[in-house]
């Protein structure tokens, strides 16, 4: 199972107003809770130990959907929030002796990488879907971030 159809499955999940859904396949086992008494929790990935002796793919071969965006709130109105299209561990850089992808006040263009988000051993580069200025980064390096939470916020004029 890759990353877009876990997605699609959360989203499918979330729409359809289950509380809870559990999927057990031979590599992985899903848990996704929905609901009102859950609100902003969704989706719990395990892997299963068989899964940690068989090779990782290459990074390539797992890029993430591109990156949803929607307008912020409050005072950051007329700015565009970059959301994570998955949970993992946000990285500001490709590898730890390399430079940052962005740092605010960075012009970037449609397709520009931002970040990369590691999920079960696979680096998803995050790509953008607008052009524009970083103004905020809103995550820290090396930090867990969740699915649909904001990462930066840019500046489309």
């Known amino acids: 199972m890759d990353i ?4 699609s ?8 107003g289950a509380s ?30 068989a899964m940690a002796a068989a090779p ?7 890029e993430a959907a591109p990156v949803a965006s929607a307008p912020a709130t409050s005072e950051d109105s007329k700015y565009i929030t970059v959301k994570s299209p998955i949970i993992g561990t946000f990285y500001r850089k490709p590898s730890p002796d390399k430079p940052m992808f962005v740092e605010v006040g960075t012009n970037i ?20 879907e607008v052009s524009g200025k970083i103004v905020k980064i809103l995550v820290d390096d090396s930090s ?9 916020l840019v500046d489309p004029s």
């Not at 990782?56 to 797992?62: M, N, V």
């Open 109 to 128: 263009n449609i397709g520009d990488v931002l970040c990369v988000i590691e999920a079960m051993k696979l680096f998803n580069e995050i790509e953008s």
């Open 9 to 16: 499955l959360i989203k499918f999940v979330a729409k359809s």
């Open 144 to 152: 867990p971030v969740e699915f649909d939470q904001p990462l930066f």
């Open 56 to 62: 990782a793919a290459a990074p390539a071969s797992a």
């Open 20 to 49: 809870e859904v559990k999927l057990e396949m031979e590599d992985v086992k899903i848990t996704i809770r929905t609901g009102e008494s859950h609100k902003g929790e969704t989706t719990y990935i395990q892997q299963v130990p």
């Open 4 to 7: 877009k159809e876990i997605q």
